[in-house]
């Protein structure tokens, strides 16, 4: 279905897409497509390179990148060539990802392609970006979804007034973080027939979709990057960036190699920076804190990050020959005020731990001052959007504590 089979990265198979998450184990699954990207200049968002999307068709939903140079932002750091992709609400600039981040981008191809193989309803664990961003298109679409958040995630859960909610239910594990909404998740995954999970990394919809802002970012550069900054946390969107870039430089539509990839975190929990700084190949467990910490970006936090496995944050590292960082509170809570300063919106924490990098870069002298950067501004404008926007948060169809929730979840919805 599409333009495109499917390959397992660990071995080498190549097969039809089923909406598959899982082949082997430790290894991803990529999606192969059969045709060089046209870039639809006539469409909105995503759907510009729908070539490179594991879909049938596009759809009336909207969410995607706008590249833009950072001119003001560029000379008070002293970079001549700096770009930014910004994903969030910023009228001014018509920014197109309606929920204020960069999930949008995975949320509006993972219903289409759900669609497409005759799923009844999507199964979504998160912090907060990509359950509001599911929340968002599966109430515009009235597409059945269940969203599982740990109870101090359950506010950031809201939508706009203007998004019916009929089909969305919002379960709430009381006194859980997002690993036991990820347990959940997969225990309701399993006892419910044909629904879905949306897949995290393994869902080649989610990694394609977010991975277009680097086609915007060549399409408007005209060229590669030389350095690509963006903040991690499980890895689905640095993972989907490096494999459109390599699809660039497979198909000759790019000269200069894939870019150099510098990912980020908290430095309180930071496992990703951990173990690429020995270079391993895998986690361990001395690479996570032994008690629960308290970060500036929560949206970072992943107990089980897509790392060692085949096609994970490894390996897009070690082939982009990749640095990683850790950036401290106050240094990202400036970043923060120095881009809404200067650019003129505010940005989540994510990106400013992003930005954070960018300057612990360039002050180390790992970029150049005339490189061309591209910076992932991955959520922004949400402050600005709740003073435009009437928004309210979800109301919790269910909250119960993490034992026995799966159960409670499917009798539920079979009663109704």
Not at 155 to 181: C, M
Not at 382 to 391: A, P, S
Not at 395 to 403: F, H, M, R, T, Y
């Amino acid at each position: 279905m599409g333009n495109y089979s499917m390959r397992c990265l660990g071995t080498g198979e190549t097969f039809e897409d089923d909406y598959t998450l899982h082949f082997t184990d430790g290894a991803l699954v990529i999606a192969d497509y059969k045709s060089k990207l046209e870039v639809k200049s006539n469409l909105e968002g995503i759907w510009k390179y729908q070539d490179w999307l594991p879909i049938s068709k596009p759809t009336s939903d909207v969410a995607g990148t706008v590249t833009y140079k950072a001119e003001a932002l560029g000379q008070e750091l002293g970079l001549t060539n700096l770009w930014i992709t910004f994903h969030g609400y910023w009228p001014e600039r018509k920014a197109i990802c309606p929920t204020g981040a960069f999930k949008d981008m995975e949320a509006v191809p993972t219903i289409q392609r759900m669609r497409d193989h005759g799923c009844k309803g999507i199964i979504c664990a998160s912090a907060g970006n990509t359950a509001r961003a599911f929340t968002h298109f599966c109430g515009k679409n009235n597409f059945p979804l269940i969203v599982i958040v740990g109870g101090i995630h359950a506010d950031r859960i809201w939508a706009t007034d203007d998004v019916p909610l009929d089909s969305v239910k919002v379960v709430v594990v009381e006194d859980g973080d997002y690993l036991d909404a990820k347990l959940v998740s997969k225990e309701i995954a399993a006892k419910l027939e044909g629904w879905q999970l949306e897949g995290g990394a393994h869902n080649i919809a989610r990694r394609d979709g977010i991975g277009s802002l680097i086609l915007d970012a060549w399409n408007e550069i005209g060229r590669l990057p030389d350095h690509y900054f963006q903040a991690v946390g499980g890895g689905p969107g640095p993972i989907g960036v490096k494999e459109m870039m390599q699809r660039l430089v497979d198909f000759g539509l790019a000269e200069e190699p894939v870019s150099k990839i510098h990912l980020s975190q908290n430095p309180e929990h930071c496992p990703i920076h951990n173990a690429w700084q020995e270079k391993r190949s895998q986690l361990i467990e001395s690479d996570f804190p032994n008690e629960e910490v308290e970060v500036y970006s929560d949206y970072l936090l992943n107990k089980s990050p897509s790392y060692g496995i085949k096609g994970g944050v490894y390996d897009i590292l070690n082939a982009s020959k990749g640095e990683t960082y850790v950036v401290p509170r106050d240094d990202a809570i400036r970043a923060s005020a120095l881009f809404e300063e200067v650019e003129g919106i505010d940005i989540m924490s994510p990106a400013a731990v992003a930005l954070g990098s960018l300057i612990q870069a360039k002050d180390s002298g790992r970029i150049q001052p005339e490189d061309c950067i591209v910076l992932n501004v991955s959520g922004g404008g949400v402050n600005r959007l709740k003073r435009d926007k009437n928004t309210r948060i979800v109301e919790p169809w269910l909250v119960a504590p993490k034992n026995g929730l799966a159960d409670s979840v499917v009798k539920k919805l079979n009663n109704q």
